[in-house]
Every structure is written in C-alpha cells, then in structure tokens.
C-alpha cells in the first residue's frame, strides 16, 4: 500500500486548465469559448468523444474560462483567483462525479492498520464515492487526462474483471452538493465523467436537477459513447460533440512528453492509435516497459560481464534480433534512465516523473554506478554506439563493446 501511495503523491501536480494546454481541436475551442462572450451557455451539456479524445480535458478548460475573472477573448488567464483555486485542485464551486468501485481507495487505507485488504473491504459496509476517491482522481486527471476508464481502475489498483459504476448514492449527493450557494459568486460546475456509467436509479435521481438547476449551475457530461445514455438524460443536454486528434496532433503530443523517441516510433504509434491519444500513451508506455526490464538485466550483466560473460552473450542476441529503430531506441532509454539517475541522486526527486517501481530501480542503479564524473563518458558510449547503429555495424560487436565500456564506467567512483 504504501508503494500507491507515495505513487499518488508523488504525481499530483497541477490540473492542466487553459485551452492553450490542450492538444489542437482550434475549431472546437473557439466555438466553447464564444458561447461563453455572447452568454449562450446552456446549462448542461454533453462533452461528447470516443476514448482517448480531449473531452474531458476540454470540460475542464470550459470550466475554468467560465468562472474565469480576467478572461481572453481565447482563453481564461490561468491567475486570478478562481483560475488558481481550479489549477490547484481546491475549487470549492468545481466538482467531480466519476465511477468506482465498491473498494476502499487507497489514499484511506492505513486507517485500518493491521488488516489485510480483504478485511479491510468485508469490515466496511461502506460504498465508497467518488468524494472519497478525489486524492486519486486528481492525480489521474492531473496526470493521465486522456486516460480511459480502465487506466482510472488501474490508477487505484482495481482489479481489470471489477467494474465501476456511479451508483444511486451518487446522485443523492449530486443534488445535495449543487443546492449548495456558489462560493465565489460565479459558477457552481458539476463534471461528470462517463454518466453512461449512472445505473438507472443515479440517472433517475437527477433528472429533475438536470432540468431545472439552481440558479448559476452548470453540468458538463463527458461521455464516450452516445448509445448508452438513457434517452431521458440525453434529451435534457446540449451535445458538443469532439472529433478524435488527427494523426498529426497524436504526433505532436508524443513528440513533446517524450523527446527522446525516434521519428519512426512517433509515426507509428501516431497511425496505430486511430485518433486515441489514450491508446498511443498505453503504447509508449508499454514500449517503455519492455526497455525498461531489458534494461535492468543489460545493468545487471555488465556488472559481472568478466565473471559471467554468458549472461551478456544472451543479450546481445536478444539485442541483435530488434529492428534498427528499436536498437536505437533502446539506448535511448538507457540515456535518460542515466541522465534521470543523476537528477534523483543530486537533485531534486520531486521534479521526476516516474512510477514508483521505475523510480525504485532509478535510484537504486543511480546511487551505485552513476555520479559527475561518469556520466558524460557514460552519454558518449551510448551517442557513438547509436552512430555505429546508423552506420550498419554489427550490433553483436556493438552491443557486447559497449556492455565492457558500460562495465568500465560504472566502475569510475567519486
Ligand atoms: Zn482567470
């Protein structure tokens, strides 16, 4: 449990709010923040987009620019007060209903110290909500706001065959939270996210506060798929309907979270993802798994490269059978785990964004075998073996010279 949880808090960080934050859809930006300079904002409306597309991004902007006090004609400022209540997560007139599941969310546990997970969940007859589940759906929609909603199950560790739902209870509280009065004066906005999810009786429960809403309060639905809503909650919205990213901007995106991918890779996953930008992440990060544990055995073998020379012999064939991409690739990663290595060992861990079994690993390695002195010789090996790569050298001879050179480098202390 307690790995979760330094993975939640280490990953909270500020909500993305500005339009200009969000990936392309110039055309749909416009439209939202024109509703808003000529007062045309229906009181509730459906984000409409399939997985992976910016709806609920774009919910949330729309949100923020609304309550906005200094707003663009393009965008809200990002500094006034209500802007940075939002961007901080502490809104108190901005609120969240999402699924869950009947599981005690991880930022609850080690209340119920001593018992297992199982007797923790039998004791309570609790269900928990989607209240009792914020400090892990801010981290998610800080962190993952494409994510669909198997990467929410996963980011508090449900099971993949458990299902979440938004249950009866949920609606009760919706109504009970907006007959509230705003707190700043502007207003009271309710996300809520994949409201096909509502089973009948939550969806029943709001009807009439969907209808006829306090004064100043709006519902932004963000829904993936049109089919499962109930006819009686569609036909009281306004759908604002968002197409997928194009190829081009799944790129763009990619290109800049992770600069250090090879063009080959970005087109790729770029053409692989259809427009579902929570798919080309999923296959990155995949990607990036797989680097990563061929990684950890490549480290460990170059330590003992003289005493067990078998270990690297099996490497390199396993290295040699990857395209000439994904060698690259490879010691690409190798580069930034190197360079991450030095920043969690002598700057601030803070500013890394790793999980925590990644970050594990990182500090692990990094405490051992990188400091100032090796880490430059340590990126010349690895920018001239990817040379040689370009170059059609044997990636046999390649690989098995740089793991005696990784085996040298490592070994240079302080
Ligand atoms: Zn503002």
Redesign the pocket.
Known sequence: MYIKYKYLKLNIQNYHVLFSEILGLDDLKTTLVQAVQNNHVAHAQLFLGREGTGNLSLALAYATYLN????TETD?????P??SRIKKQIDPDLHFVFPTANVKPPSQKGKGKGKTEDEEEESSNKRYLSDDFLPEWRSFLATNPYGNLNDWGKSFGLAENKQSIIPVDEGRKIISKLMLSSFSGGYKVLILWLPELMNSSAANAILKILEEPPAKTIFLLVSNNINLMLPTILSRTQIVAIRQFTDQEIETYLKQKYPALTQQVLLETSLIADGNLAEALRKIEQGQGTQQAFLEKWLRASYTIYKDFGAIQKLTEEFSELNKDEQKNMLLYALSIFRQGLVVKYGDANMIRLSAETLDFVKKFANASINEHNIQPLHLALSEAMQHIDRNASAKIMFTDLSFQLARLFRINV
């Not at 906005?68 to 707003?71: K, L």
């Not at 809200?76 to 006034?80: A, D, Y």
């Open positions: 906005c006090q200094n707003p809200s400022c990002g500094k006034c209500s802007c």
